[in-house]
């Protein structure tokens, strides 16, 4: 059964970085857009960043620009995201999605994505 298992998520001061990985079970990611998503507590979930198939295509939200990269080795069957200048707003459980209708990233809406990660924790404090 395809899954996809994101790591990576930790403890980290304000200002730090992380980097969380997303890997596949096997390569049926590799032909389509992958995205990161994150819940904070009692908040909904929110896209964060997306990724096309071929590495070739991105999208940020617009309060991680600058910060955040998004990345994908096809060989490992894994998408990753670098997290740089967090901030305590970073805080949440990050999942890693796939939207299993398109190659490319449409809007990062919740619905869109089909298969998710269990999800890894990030917290920002000091």
């Known amino acids: 059964q395809f899954q996809l298992v994101e790591s990576g998520g930790g403890l980290v001061q304000p200002g730090g970085s992380l980097r969380l990985s997303c890997a596949a079970s096997?390569?049926?990611?590799?032909?389509?857009?992958i995205g990161w998503f994150r819940q904070a507590p009692g908040k909904e979930r929110e896209g964060v960043s997306c990724?096309?198939?071929?590495?070739?295509?991105?999208k940020d939200v617009e309060s991680v620009k600058g910060r955040f990269t998004i990345s994908r080795d096809n060989v490992k069957n894994t998408v990753y995201l670098q997290m740089n200048s967090l901030k305590p707003e970073d805080k949440g459980v990050y999942y890693c999605?796939?939207?299993?209708?398109?190659?490319?990233?449409?809007?990062?809406?919740?619905?869109?994505?089909?298969?998710w990660g269990q999800g890894t924790q990030v917290t920002v404090s000091s």
């Open positions: 999605a796939m939207d299993t209708s398109y190659s490319s990233c449409r809007q990062l809406a919740v619905a869109d994505f089909k298969i």
């Open positions: 096997d390569d049926t990611s590799d032909y389509y857009a």
């Open positions: 990724i096309s198939s071929t590495g070739l295509s991105t």
